[in-house]
């Protein structure tokens, strides 16, 4: 990654005196940074990880963002972690910053205003060290750059001259995806059972953000087929065509063992295909991924039935 970061600096402004389309230097910065920065983290299904030098023509910061699918599938809405350059290349920053297309749709003024308080209020849902700087300046004009700047949450420098080793990197990458992993499970979902205590309101709202991601229940789904694995009813062979994956996923993760530092997600292990009547009646159990204490009530009552 270290070398990646140096190319860009050394190559940037240069390539962008060139013709944007089918550019060298933009076809690699948009592949190989997001293949070396995916493949650093380790979890391809949850977290993305995307690369801009610009659209149709070049951008003043070029970007690779990293989003985690339980909350955005792009920049331009959530909360993302982004690696962004400067405009005269003398830096990049880390940062956790902010979609910004909702801001923009919901107001018209005031715009970096309302960021700065979102990204204040974001900031103190999570630990944050006095080495994650708040503010950063990419030495732009651009409405674009000023809506980084203002969407900033916490951010680290990495000045051109002064670039850490690879070590080092990982591990401020590792950081951030665990203050990322916090924010995310600090932010609430409504409908979460009141009666349950903070960490348990926070681990089911994580819960339902995993089994309702529509990302990772098409993976699923293409594995699972729409046979429910508990009481295997086949919805395909019930409705036809328009029964096809129709299926419910369900995360077999104990809820207790979910928090910051969770492991990664892997569908073909932590996941399974449910009918809505399975999938609500597990819930209802002290240990909602043991499908078989489900498959044993059913045959009781089925058994009960014939006495």
């Known amino acids: ?33 997001p293949k070396v920065i995916s493949e650093m983290i380790g979890d391809e299904v949850r977290y993305k990880v995307h690369g801009s030098t610009g659209r149709g023509k070049w951008s003043d910061c070029p970007w690779i963002a990293i989003t985690d699918i339980l909350i955005t599938d792009s920049i331009q ?10 405009a005269d290349m003398s830096g990049v ?69 002064g670039l850490p080793d690879e070590a080092q990197l990982k591990e401020d990458l590792d950081h951030y995806i665990a203050l990322y992993q916090e924010l995310v499970f600090n932010e609430p979902l409504l409908g979460i059972d009141k009666e349950l205590n903070a960490l348990e309101r926070k681990q089911y709202s994580l819960h339902f953000r995993i089994e309702r991601n529509e990302s990772i229940a098409a993976l699923v789904k293409e594995s699972r087929w729409s046979v429910c694995s508990v009481c295997d009813f086949d919805f395909s062979n019930k409705y036809g065509s328009i029964g096809e994956s129709f299926i419910e996923v369900h995360h077999l993760l104990p809820i207790s063992d979910l928090g910051i530092g969770q492991k990664p997600i892997a569908t073909g292990g932590q996941f399974t295909v449910l009918c809505s009547n399975c999938h ?16 044993a009530i059913i045959l009781d009552c089925h058994d009960q039935r014939f006495l």
């Open 280 to 295: 609500s009646m597990i819930h209802q159990l002290d240990q909602p991924n043991d499908l078989g204490q489900l498959k």
């Open 77 to 86: 809405t959530g909360y993302y972690l982004i690696y962004i350059f400067k």
């Open 93 to 161: 920053y880390l940062s956790l910053n902010q979609g910004t297309t909702t801001i923009l749709t919901n107001y018209k003024k005031g715009t970096k205003k309302v960021l700065r308080i979102q990204a204040a209020d974001l900031r103190a849902k999570i630990n944050v060290d006095p080495s994650d700087f708040d503010k950063i300046d990419l030495n732009a004009t651009t409405i674009k750059s000023r809506l980084f700047e203002a969407g900033n949450i916490i951010a680290k420098y990495y000045p051109m001259d």
């Open 1 to 33: 990654m270290n070398d990646l970061l140096e190319n860009t600096f050394k190559s940037y402004l240069k390539s962008k005196r060139t013709e944007f389309n089918g550019n060298t230097f933009a076809n690699q910065f948009r592949t190989e940074f």
